[in-house]
């Protein structure tokens, strides 16, 4: 196990056994952007279905289409 993976699970353990597990904080208004980012096997269509359930519970999503950069 390396020697970040220890430390990660020691203050993770202490934060745990002092009760003070950090929380985000909400926003002041209700998230109705969402933005989609592809994988590095798929394009920006991989999220069409995704897209179409979210957009029919009010939400405006843009599935972004990043170029994929692969060597020749």
């Known amino acids: 196990m390396s020697t970040i993976t220890k430390l990660s699970m ?13 929380t985000l904080a909400q926003p002041a208004e209700p998230v109705t952007n969402i933005v989609l980012v ?13 897209i179409a359930i979210l ?7 843009t599935g972004v289409q990043n170029p994929c950069n692969r060597a020749r």
Do not use: E, M, R
């Open 10 to 22: 020691t203050i993770a353990a202490l934060a745990l056994s002092a009760g003070t597990v950090p």
């Open 38 to 50: 592809h994988g590095a096997f798929a394009d920006g269509s991989s999220w069409a279905k995704v």
């Open 55 to 61: 957009q029919a519970k009010g939400y405006n999503v």
